[in-house]
C-alpha cells in the first residue's frame, strides 16, 4: 500500500518567507508525527498528533512554527519568517496509535538562502 | 532528559565480516527502543522494537538485543545492500513524556564493501 507522502520533496525559499509543508499520513493511522534531521543527526521530535489535537508540541523551537491536522489525516507544518537556521529535512511519519512503531516519509529538504 | 549515543560513528566493514553496532541510552523509564534504517535521501524505515532486557529480534541478516542500559545491533555476514546508516531510538514511558515522541541518537554510518 501506499506509504508517507511529503510534498514538496525540495523547498529553496528566500530568509523571512513562510513556507508551508505538506504530509499524506498512511491510510487508517489515528497518530502522525513531525520531526527535524540535520546533516549528519538523528530526526530531532517536533510535534505528534493524535487525530486532529497536538497531543505533545513540545519539541517546536519556538512560535515560528506551527502545525495543523484539521480532519485527522493530512497535516501541514508552516513555517513563519523563515531563518537560515532552520535549513533541515523535515520528516513526516505515521502510526496506527501513539507509541506503536513509526512508518516516516522521505522528507522535505527545506534551505533557507 | 532522555540520551542516546550510538557507537562507532561509522563503520567500515568487508562482505561477510560480521560486527555490532552500540546504542546506549539514559531514560525515564523506558517503554520502547526502537531500530532503523536509513538510506541516503530517504526517511528512515523501521526495523525493530524491543520492550525489556534480554529480549531478542531477529530479521534476516540483523539481531538486536536490548540490557538495562544498551542495545546492539548485530549484522551477520553482512553484504554491500546493507550499507546503510542506523539510527536507534528510545521511547520514555515515565516523567510526563507522551508515547508519540522518540528520542533518537545520530547513528552509526555502516559501508560494507565487496
Known amino acids: 500500500g501506499a506509504g508517507v507522502s511529503q510534498t514538496p520533496s525540495n523547498k529553496v525559499t528566500e530568509k523571512g518567507k513562510y513556507v508551508e509543508l505538506r504530509c499524506d499520513p498512511i491510510?487508517?493511522?489515528?497518530?502522525l508525527y513531525w520531526y527535524r534531521q540535520s546533516l549528519g543527526q538523528g530526526p530531532e521530535f517536533l510535534i505528534y498528533f493524535q487525530g486532529t489535537g497536538a497531543a505533545d508540541d513540545s519539541g517546536l523551537p519556538n512560535d515560528r512554527f506551527f502545525a495543523v491536522r484539521p480532519e485527522g489525516s493530512v497535516s501541514t507544518l508552516k513555517i513563519q519568517r523563515t531563518e537560515r537556521g532552520d535549513s533541515a529535512v523535515y520528516l513526516c511519519a505515521s502510526s496506527l496509535w501513539s507509541g506503536s512503531p513509526l512508518h516516516f516519509g522521505n522528507g522535505t529538504r527545506l534551505t533557507v538562502t | 532528559e532522555d540520551q542516546v549515543t550510538q557507537s562507532p560513528e561509522a563503520l567500515r566493514l568487508q562482505e561477510g565480516e560480521s560486527s555490532s553496532l552500540n546504542c546506549s541510552y539514559t531514560v525515564s523509564g523506558l517503554r520502547g527502543l526502537f531500530w532503523y534504517r536509513q538510506d541516503p535521501g530517504k526517511g528512515p524505515e523501521f526495523l525493530f522494537t524491543l520492550y525489556s532486557a534480554g529480549e531478542e529480534k531477529e530479521k534476516e541478516r540483523l539481531k538486536a538485543t536490548l540490557t538495562k542500559k544498551e542495545s546492539f545491533l548485530h549484522i551477520t555476514a553482512p553484504k554491500p545492500e546493507d550499507s546503510a546508516t542506523y539510527l536507534c531510538?528510545?521511547?520514555?514511558?515515565?516523567?510526563?513524556?507522551?508515547?508519540?515522541?522518540?528520542?533518537f541518537g545520530q547513528g552509526t554510518i555502516l559501508t560494507v564493501h565487496p
Open positions: 491510510s487508517g493511522h489515528t497518530a
Open positions: 531510538a528510545v521511547q520514555a514511558s515515565a516523567g510526563g513524556t507522551s508515547y508519540g515522541k522518540l528520542t
